[in-house]
């Protein structure tokens, strides 16, 4: 069936890997993408990972956004923390500041701000954390989309604070019966299989919908979806998915600063 008139934003983490920058993987995964959240100093990344990323990103014309995490490189930004809500913000600030700059010097601007890991995961939750997020950006500009689960109050707290906001959903993870992403803990959190991914995102894309670990149809209407770089053939698994969409007639555009 083709799917007339749906478009569909496809984002991918980067900046993350120095190796997969060396060897190629990050620039190939970058044919099937519409845009890329570079890290930016705090999980992952320095300035010569970010002006390359930038630059890779620039030749293929893909939106570049910022991907602030948690200062926490020993554990790729993917524990929870318990900073205090102003040390949030002020990483935010610096690490999303300090990506504009490069892009700036590059000829290029940013589009849009996605947290990383636990950073983002907590905000789904909690919305002190989200406001801190909302908070960091806001010192720099507010004239980003920020981007945030599909369905999660985090969504709700970005808009309050003025942004434009971009619903995320994800191709390559599973998801628990209440919307959210299932914990990386359990070994079917992530989607390896290319045609499994790109049959999920199809089904996001035309019914609004994703099969959840239980089996149930859970909601969920999204305007950008992810797939991570740093999962093992993340480039069949962007390809795929890119080519099962636009054999749907789906459109892949990048999101649009606002």
Not at 17 to 29: H, R
Not at 105 to 132: M, T
Not at 221 to 246: K, N, W
Request: aromatic share 6%; glycine share 10%; charged share 25%.
């Amino acid at each position: 069936m083709k799917s007339g008139g749906l478009r569909i934003d496809l984002n991918c983490d980067m900046g993350e890997l120095p190796e997969a920058i060396a060897d190629g993987t990050q620039e190939s995964l970058m044919r099937s993408i519409t845009s890329v959240n570079i890290a930016c100093g705090g999980h992952a990344g320095d300035e010569h990972t970010m002006r390359t990323t930038i630059e890779q990103a620039l030749r293929w014309k893909l939106a570049i956004g910022a991907h602030p995490g948690y200062p926490d490189r020993a554990n790729f930004g993917r524990l929870e923390s318990k900073l205090p809500w102003n040390e949030i913000a002020g990483s935010v600030f610096e690490q999303v500041r300090t990506l504009a700059q490069i892009a700036a010097g590059c000829g290029s601007r940013l589009v849009h701000v996605k947290p990383h890991g636990a950073l983002y995961n907590q905000a789904v939750h909690d919305r002190g954390i989200a406001e801190a997020i909302a908070e960091g950006v806001a010192r720099w500009s507010r004239d980003v989309i920020l981007v945030g689960l599909a369905g999660s109050p985090m969504l709700d707290v970005f808009r309050e604070a003025g942004f434009a906001v971009a619903a995320e959903a994800f191709a390559d993870r599973r998801y628990e019966p209440d919307g959210t992403l299932r914990s990386r803990k359990f070994e079917d959190a992530l989607i390896h299989d290319p045609v499994e991914a790109g049959w999920q995102a199809l089904r996001i894309v035309e019914r609004r919908e994703v099969i959840a670990c239980d089996g149930m149809g859970v909601s969920v209407d999204a305007q950008t979806l992810c797939i991570h770089g740093d999962t093992p053939g993340a480039p069949e698994i962007a390809a795929t998915v890119a080519r099962i969409l636009r054999e749907a007639g789906v459109t892949l555009g990048a999101l649009s600063r606002p």
